[in-house]
């Protein structure tokens, strides 16, 4: 298996409270991903990185942000957690975009109560 | 950018049929489509893919087939097992810098 761990594995917290999500991976590769799966709308790209402090947008990046300060740790912060970002978090790598394959973490389950 | 559509949501099969699960794509410069299973708890893995210069590719008992004038992709799973019941993703991406866009899953279910 890729070298890619996720923490916390799980978190409950309240509306309003700040969170931060960490992966943290041992490949060296150049992009790192946060998705969001919910029932019915599958895997949904939050925000990616093609290197360090080199970030982007994905299509439900509303109320998140994120942070790569180090090739090996991508950040993804919900300043103010809201009911509606209930999810499993899935942090992947890949050594490049376009053709190559993604490698997914064991996922985060957040909570938001 | 890139919409791409899964059927069924949830197929459920008896254990030695085969399974087919349907994508298409909207994007005509897509040329990279792979597959995904995520068993229970996990993260989804790469099982299979294919490029567009290609129309069909096969490993063991999964195989995926492409139709590039309809825009659409299968995967075909044979001889099915219980550990095959899994969600599976599909996924278009135009190579290069472009992120590949996923559909929204099917749940396979094979039954002993």
């Known amino acids: 298996d890729a070298g890619i761990t996720q923490s916390p594995r799980h978190k409950v917290t309240e509306t309003g409270t700040p969170v931060t999500l960490r992966c943290h991976q041992t490949e060296n590769h150049r992009y790192m991903y946060w998705y969001r799966q919910d029932p019915g709308h599958g895997l949904r790209l939050i925000h990616y990185s093609y290197g360090v402090k080199d970030t982007d947008k994905g299509e439900v990046s509303d109320g998140y942000s994120v942070s790569r300060s180090k090739t090996e740790d991508f950040l993804l912060t919900l300043e103010s957690a809201t009911s509606s970002q209930t999810s499993v978090y899935f942090c992947?790598?890949?050594?490049?975009?376009?053709?190559?394959?993604?490698?997914f973490g064991p996922g985060t389950r957040l909570t938001v109560l | 950018g890139e919409n791409v559509e899964q059927h069924p949501s949830t197929l459920s099969v008896q254990e030695g049929d085969s399974a087919v699960i349907k994508c298409t794509y909207s994007d005509s410069a897509s040329n990279y489509f792979p597959w995904y299973k995520q068993e229970l708890g996990k993260g989804p893995q790469l099982i299979i893919d294919?490029?567009?210069?290609?129309g069909e590719k096969k490993d063991q008992r999964i195989a995926v087939t492409l139709n590039k004038t309809a825009k659409h992709f299968s995967l075909h799973i044979t001889e099915t097992q219980p550990e095959d019941s899994a969600v599976y993703f599909c996924a278009a991406s135009m190579g290069g810098s472009y992120i590949p866009t996923f559909g929204r899953g099917t749940s396979l279910i094979v039954h002993p």
């Open positions: 992947a790598i890949s050594e490049s975009s376009g053709y190559n394959e993604q490698f």
């Open positions: 294919i490029r567009s210069n290609v």
